[in-house]
């Protein structure tokens, strides 16, 4: 299997499965000189770990990260960092009585079409757990970007067909579905206790905003940073959409609409969304994202087992009702370490003291 | 620079500038044993060059394609394929005038924040030229496919702001902005002229079918095959936004309407587009994504000059008026270096014979 | 810093630092379906561990493989593996006196000049005690080449000027110092003593031989296999030298002489060490290459300090007197790598069942 | 087939057959800024050239370059430079008759085992041929590191067991076999004439001097500057050994010999060759290497034919009679390949002016 690894200064592997010992992230290319210790990590990981929140499963996983290796002294060395977190609620008996079937919406299928077996405890690699190890190098990214001015802010723009009217970026951290709109936010609570009633589940979208990037970031060709974003999101397993800018809007404008005009303030409007020809403009970057509704439902769905016989499957195990806003720090994440390894694409040896 | 190459196993660098003598490509990873030969590139360089169309720039390039090496006795031999195609009509009488200004829409402006210069003749490296070198490439790619039954269409599901109602598949080549509704397509063209009067210019939705793709390609972490198709199509420089299968819509079904039922015949609908946690499922792969409008209008519009000073532009040279029809057969050549790269690095050493 | 990561398709990343909590490698693209347990990599390692020979280190580390990610229910699942070895026996205070100086010989001065610090606790990053982790994945290298029949020995051909001149393969697994002639074994050990006695150390010659290797590994250009190999031993931090088949006695042959005729029962000889044009041949692949003393010796030596200042150092810690013959499972781990790259290039996919 | 691109941020990707239209390579990576045009190729290509020598091919190539993008206004763009050499005295007459045989000491058995076929027109792929786009490329690399002080001499050490035994570097390239002695120059000439009567060949050794290489270029782990300076020389054809520094001779020092002191002036030794810990410390880096003789002979030679039956050949081409001198250019071209590449890691994207 290959395909475990992204970025190309800033480079990320992750490993582990779901119910294997731990999961986790060798981190190459983070420049020397950064302090960085284990409770860097701790609020990064609370916020991607479920909460109690109708949308979030009720696995319970610490999520503490342990770092192995490229720090001394409290400081990044510019050796590879490796961030272990080790699974602790592994409970796979939900998961036995469903090892013939394939799981619709989930990679069962396709991972048993391409390697002759699947892992049939909650997807094993292909599983979500994955994300926590992103999350977590997403944390190193944070610590290259931040002092740049660079920050990323992500929320709920649309949630089971509920859309945020407001934007009250302030609130969005105490908001429980980080949602800028106080009154959408509670009728998407209301939403998706409806969906957990019936045991279905539920998609969104999602709202990135990306300030303070300095112009310059990407490359013209084949590695557009707009390009990489795409692929760093589209990475993340439910998101089936992504637009930058004006997205699917500017299919419909005209160039004189369309084209940001040029002043020596800076561009009057964004529809590019922060990037031209593939490379940083300096302006905000903003992207939306489309997420699918969690495939795993506790309703009866068809399905075929592995000899290819029909069948019905019900899931009983713990899963999130919506990607959101669980998956928000993930997204965050993805696209940190994009931005990062562009930056270092162009200053790989920077050191910071 | 980087970022002039992509794929892993079928690996594509292009090389060339807009005004320079030649743009091509170096195509490496190409199975021995199959039969190529100049003549196999016409068709599919005519579909992208430029023909009369109210849409299309004025430009006449001839785009033949040389091959300068890893074809022997008229059959690949498994060394690096080299296609060269000659710049013929070259003129940068045009952009003379303008080479102190950046043209809004464009990455003249990034372009300069990172490199420090920008060619002013057409964008140089990140003109629309260099995607004939992406076409030629797709042609090789699409020798590797269409063996296996993959085959892949694309059309103008919108432009201008008006939409295919009905899909006739079988016109869709024979009609002049290759949209399978005919009476969509000609006030496609109504509008086309009005806006090519007023100087303006107008983005479009195109829609991509893959057909016949065996399930099994791509792999579920980062190089999931749904990443690596955004970011092939993010990397055509006027794509705003992209969707797989529902896409956008997904975002507002339940799992239990979203997940496609499985059964011994295959899957029952298809809301995830052919595309299980980033492998291929065997059912029809299906993308949308959005244009922006061609950011080269001939009105006035504000920008600034390599000194920061503000100033107005009004562009006179040769231009495109839509990115569709042209982009197409750009679109459907990456669509095809992506699965190719996908599908040969399961079997890098296949020899056709 | 890059450069942590070794491989194409069969990858091998490794992390850690000598005096850090733990060192490790993840290995990505080994096939699915393989038997891999902690025990199996006991043996390597033992090899690997200093035994009380007079050449060894007093470093006493337990070197336990654990198994974090890739494997389940006791085979290989194609996800990465992860292997992590703790550090156990870390102490780093004979280091702290002589923090300021660089130990000639040794990677402190350049590792300072590149990266404006140094791990003075025994080299951090750049530290022998990183092999380890290297023969950890050797191990999983090994599984993968031995089912094709590849066997690889190794063995002390020289050390301290003394040359072995019989070749008893089936002793050398249980001679102290894996030379093939026991009596310049018993010859070798004196005079390692005799350096021991003068805290001095000395360097060494080792012969690599790979049998059974199928032909048809490696490619044509810049990825030869000799060239891969040379890269692989090279990485090993003391050697210096490397010869392939006749190696540099070649250079004084001619045509006639060098050239292995071939028959068809095979090559008549073998000169060119079973490659040919950066190809296997089927033949015995055969390698000599040279280390150097290790650095660290408690003999008094002109150096300077962080500032430039002159200064001396006598080295105090615990080290091997000789980089033989620990390395060899180091230089064995480097080469099964290599070829189970080259192997897994061509049938990424196999899975073994 | 893989492995045609060599370097991670100065990659150099050749293509082209012996007897195809043309060869050539793609050099990205390339700073913008830098002045570039055909005429500065002509030199080094003359260099590689055969010239009479009796050591040298009667073939005749004018070896021109073009270049096909990536200089604008006689400069680097930072763009991917596509250099074109085309190949004109294409005779393929002699080997028709070869074509069923395997030539003994070349990759034609090797080949066939791997690709299924092979080039029997001089090897097309696999042909010293290939190595004039190296050339090629190291006139680029050149361009990046003579401003930087960086200069690299070799000279023919050996050949055919004569020994070079005075250095008057001076005249080297003066010298018809850059041999630093004269003296020895004119035996070995001799010794050419008499293998050439026989219709034999022999082999030579070569040395490389890097001189004024900052400390600081190389990756401590696997990318040591050693390990890829040791992989770009073994990616030439006919070498067999390469040493650095002290080399084998280093494996029959003592420490206290062969350790290199530290003085407030530098390092009152070199036996390290100019690398520590896979790093340039600031001194001169020493590589000798070992070039077989040329298995293109006019001798009988057994071998078999593609069906493995026994058959004898005798060739009657155009070939070399030594590697060197014409391997030289090849050899610096690599060397300055790898340096560079090394170089702008750390600096990526420097711009000269």
Redesign the interface.
């Known amino acids: ?6 970025g ?2 800033f480079k990320v ?5 779901s119910h ?5 992230a ?1 981190v ?2 983070c420049p ?2 950064i302090e960085l210790g284990p409770g860097d990590f701790a609020e990064a990981m609370a916020r991607r770990r479920p909460s109690g929140r109708p949308s979030d499963t009720p696995r319970r996983e610490q999520d503490k990260v342990e ?6 002294e409290g400081r990044t ?6 961030l ?1 977190i080790s699974n602790q609620d592994v409970d796979s008996r939900p998961y036995e009585l469903l090892k013939e079937l ?1 799981r ?4 069962d ?3 048993f ?5 699947f ?1 049939f405890r909650g ?4 599983s979500a757990r ?1 994300t926590a190890a992103r999350v977590a190098a997403g944390v190193i990214a944070d610590k290259i970007l931040s002092p740049l001015g660079v920050s990323v802010l992500s929320y709920t723009l ?1 949630l ?2 509920i859309r945020a009217k407001k934007f009250q970026f302030e609130t969005i951290e105490k908001d429980k579905l980080r949602c800028p709109d106080p009154n959408a936010s509670v009728e998407m609570e209301k939403r998706l206790q409806e ?1 957990a009633d019936k045991g ?6 999602a709202e990135i905003i990306i300030s303070g990037c300095p ?2 970031l ?7 940073l ?3 974003l ?6 993340v ?1 439910t ?26 303030e800076g561009f ?1 409007t964004n ?3 922060g ?8 302006d905000q970057i903003l992207i939306r994202t ?8 506790k ?1 009866k ?4 087992d592995r000899q ?3 069948a019905t499957i019900k899931l009983m195990g713990r899963y999130d009702i919506c990607p959101l806003p669980r998956a928000l720090p993930v997204l965050e994440a993805m696209v940190k370490i994009a931005l990062a390894d562009h930056y270092l ?5 920077e ?1 910071r003291t």
Chains 1, 2, 3, 4 share one sequence.
């Open positions: 299997m290959g395909g475990n690894c992204i190309k200064v592997t992750t490993f582990g499965e294997g010992p731990a999961i986790g060798v190459e290319g020397s000189g770092i192995l290796s490229g720090v001394f060395t510019g050796a590879p960092i490796t272990v394939f619709p919406g989930h990679g299928y396709t991972y079409k391409k390697y002759h077996h892992d997807g094993g690699r292909y994955e649309e089971g067909g969906i279905d589940s539920v998609g969104g979208v112009s310059g990407g490359e013209p060709v084949f590695d557009k707009d390009a990489d795409a692929k760093a999101i589209f990475s397993g998101v089936k959409g992504i637009e930058i800018g004006a997205g699917f809007d500017s299919a419909r404008m005209q160039g004189s609409q369309n084209n940001d005009p040029i002043t020596p009057r529809h590019a969304g990037i031209l020809a593939g490379i940083s403009n300096g489309a997420l699918k509704p969690i495939p795993s439902i309703i769905q068809d399905t075929i290819g016989r029909p694409r162009q200053k790989p040896y050191r």
